[in-house]
């Protein structure tokens, strides 16, 4: 007896973007809507709203090198737009290393789908790649709520983790430029980042940022760093803080690279202030001395 079964072992982001319509239980294959065509690598544009940014080179030529030997084994999913004009939804990597292989046609699934739909598939095909940044994860996290009115626990569910997983990574969002760009560049990780986040100002996150990169400190030696100024900050004498202006945040910024160490500003409602240098031993100190003998 005959029996039809759904295919297993396709996430729901792929079988999405495939559009599976049914299983052929007779000839063992999943039946596709539409169905693989070969077109020109021409007529093909990357997708404007691209989440991804980052390829990188040596990754591509060796898929490249894995094309010209053994042809392009996952087509592209792509938007038809007209006879010669299609727009990828997913595959943008394969696309540029087909194009380094030097291929003249590669194969395509094509989907109609309208503008918010496409987006949304993009968006969650590349969420399901390993080697997106976390930066990258947060922003098409974000994207995927604004522009396609989807709810974070919503989303959480489409791509599978936690609601507070997708929580972490959009409070990212909220770190300075030079905090994304450290993370960006994988000079921190996640977990520096969202150490860094219970920090209450620009200027000691910056400070932070650079005690921890100088002295290579773990994710758990930052999250103790930031717990003890913590419990600093409870055992000092109350004193009111504000958001310094940018020419504090500067003249800490000057100091710190001349002194290398921990540089803060405490300031009263009085006006009055003071500037705090930071030193771990005695030979800060001389260091210190060197320094200003050597300018003097």
């Known amino acids: 007896m005959s029996t039809k079964s759904k295919p297993k072992g396709l996430g729901r982001g792929l079988g999405a973007i495939l559009d599976i319509k049914d299983f052929d239980g007779d000839k063992n294959k999943p039946v596709f809507k539409g169905g693989v065509e070969e077109i020109k690598l021409a007529y093909i544009k990357p997708n404007p709203t691209q989440p991804r940014q980052d390829f990188d080179e040596e990754s591509l030529a060796e898929l490249a090198g894995s094309i010209r030997t053994l042809g392009l084994i996952q087509p592209l999913t792509v938007r038809k737009e007209s006879d010669e004009s299609y727009t990828i939804i997913s595959g943008e990597r394969r696309y540029r290393a087909s194009q380094m292989a030097g291929l003249e046609t590669v194969p395509v699934y ?32 974000q994207r995927l709520m604004e522009e396609c009115s989807i709810t974070q626990e919503a989303l959480a569910d489409r791509v599978g983790k936690k609601r507070s997983t997708v929580a972490n990574y959009v409070r990212l969002l909220k770190l300075p430029a030079e905090l994304q760009a450290a993370l960006q560049n994988d000079i921190i990780t996640m977990g520096h980042a969202r150490a860094l986040l219970a920090v209450d100002s620009r200027a000691k996150q910056l400070s932070l940022l650079r005690r921890v990169v100088k002295n290579a400190l773990s994710v758990r030696q930052t999250e103790e760093l930031v717990k003890s100024l913590g419990e ?46 930071g030193f771990k031993s005695d030979s800060d100190i001389e260091e210190m001395l060197s320094k200003f003998e050597t300018i003097s």
Do not use: C, W
């Open 110 to 141: 094509v989907r109609k789908v309208d503008d918010n739909t496409m987006l949304e598939m993009a968006l969650v095909e590349n969420i399901q790649r390993q080697d997106l940044n976390a930066l990258e994860i947060a922003f098409t996290f």
């Open 232 to 277: 600093d900050r409870k055992s000092a004498k109350p004193v009111v803080e504000e958001e310094f202006p940018e020419s504090y945040t500067r003249l800490v910024e000057h100091l710190e690279r001349f002194f290398n160490e921990n540089i803060s500003i405490k300031k009263r409602p009085s006006g009055e202030g003071s500037i705090v240098i």
